[in-house]
T-cell receptor, first 113, second 108 residues
Framework: DTGVSQDPRHKITKRGQNVTFRCDPISEHNRLYWYRQTLGQGPEFLTYFQNEAQLEKSRLLSDRFSAERPKGSFSTLEIQRTEQGDSAMYLC???????????FGQGTRLTVV | SQQGEEDPQALSIQEGENATMNCSYKTSINNLQWYRQNSGRGLVHLILIRSNEREKHSGRLRVTLDTSKKSSSLLITASRAADTASYFCATPGDDMRFGAGTRLTVKP
């Protein structure tokens, strides 16, 4: 296991299209986090999962955003009807329950044109 | 949990100098962590300090924690150009939130 993997690394999409990103956490990690980060800013918390349960969602996660972790392993983040303001780096992280250190993937950079 | 806030927002130093970054938080914590992010990459965990610790070292990194002031500092000694990055603190609870970070530039 080489760490948290995110796919794709880059995505360019036209406004109004739907996009889906995937995150594969470290295999024994039961916590998974999604963040959005724009240039010069810190990562903004979007949501997190404990196994397959989505335990918290930020108000940033509008109804156009949905995240799933169906089997408590990989997770997907879908953005429907993308807008230019959705252009950002989307980061995924995972950790073990009871161990605070989080491990981050390299992110998916989304550009909406 | 609530996010930490880093200070200063930006710091520029010469190679070989020390860099100090600060983090403030608002509620009681079990631990505080520092992360580094190189441009366009994910965050990398640097060091964790527990609430019952006052100081911790890891290589050229020194972290202090003052729970009475709800603040922490990260000191990087003998900085190198490769230390150029953004640095974030986090006070994890069930979720994990970050502030805007300190953007450190180390000039060769």
């Amino acid at each position: 296991d080489t760490g948290v993997s995110q796919d794709p690394r880059h995505k360019i999409t036209k406004r109004g299209q739907n996009v889906t990103f995937r995150c594969d956490p470290i295999s024994e990690h039961n916590r998974l986090y999604w963040y959005r980060q724009t240039l010069g800013q810190g990562p903004e918390f979007l949501t997190y999962f404990q196994n397959e349960a989505q335990l918290e969602k930020s108000r940033l996660l509008s109804d156009r955003f949905s995240a799933e972790r169906p089997k408590g392993s990989f997770s997907t983040l879908e953005i429907q009807r993308t807008e230019q303001g959705d252009s950002a780096m989307y980061l995924c992280a995972s950790s073990e329950s009871g161990r605070p250190q989080a491990f981050f993937g390299q992110g998916t950079r989304l550009t909406v044109v | 949990s609530q996010q930490g806030e880093e200070d200063p927002q930006a710091l520029s130093i010469q190679e070989g100098e020390n860099a100090t970054m600060n983090c403030s938080y608002k509620t009681s914590i079990n631990n505080l962590q520092w992360y580094r992010q190189n441009s366009g990459r994910g965050l990398v965990h640097l060091i964790l300090i527990r609430s019952n610790e006052r100081e911790k070292h890891s290589g050229r990194l020194r972290v202090t924690l003052d729970t009475s002031k709800k603040s922490s500092s990260l000191l990087i000694t003998a900085s190198r150009a490769a230390d150029t990055a953004s640095y974030f603190c986090a006070t994890p609870g069930d979720d994990m939130r970050f502030g805007a970070g300190t953007r450190l530039t180390v000039k060769p």
